[in-house]
Each structure stands twice: as structure tokens, then as C-alpha cells.
């Protein structure tokens, strides 16, 4: 599972460096809300990679980060180039 997060993250990143930013960052974002969710229901022997810190630190922290990014694709206006 981590695998599949890593390569959603590679991905979004190569969007937004290819220009298509808004859809890479609503990739990584979504994949670091996936991310919380995977590991707010892993057991800590299973949780691997995804376990940084305490399971209550590591899901709130992407989870506030992955909404962030989504909240900031959405509400930068259409047109924006940068």
C-alpha cells in the first residue's frame, strides 16, 4: 500500500512540474488523505513506512495537509498561471 501512495505522489508531482498543477495537486492531495486513512486503520506492526510518530500525529498531520492542498487547488482562481 505505501508502494501505491508513493507512485500517487510521484505522479502528482510530475503534473504539476509538466504544467497541469491543478490536477497534481489535487493528486497529492488526495493521496496523503488515503494515506491517513490507511494508517488510521493499520495495526502498528503492519503500518511500515507510514508510521512516523504516534498514529493520532501521523493521520492528523496528513490529513490536515492533504485537505490543505485540495482546499488550495480549488481556491486559487482558473486562469492563474503563476
Not at 496523503?32 to 493499520?42: E, F
Not at 513506512?49 to 481556491?75: H, I, N, S
Amino acid at each position: 500500500m505505501f508502494a501505491a501512495l508513493v507512485a500517487a505522489l510521484a505522479v502528482g508531482l510530475g503534473l504539476v512540474a509538466f504544467g497541469a498543477w491543478r490536477q497534481g495537486i489535487v493528486l497529492l492531495g488526495a493521496a496523503l488523505v488515503l494515506g491517513s486513512a490507511v494508517r488510521a486503520v493499520l495495526p502498528e506492526a503492519r503500518a511500515g513506512l507510514l508510521r512516523v510518530r504516534g498514529k493520532a500525529f501521523d493521520c492528523g498531520w496528513m490529513l490536515v495537509l492533504g485537505a490543505a492542498l485540495v482546499t488550495l487547488a480549488f481556491v486559487v482562481p482558473r486562469g492563474f498561471t503563476g
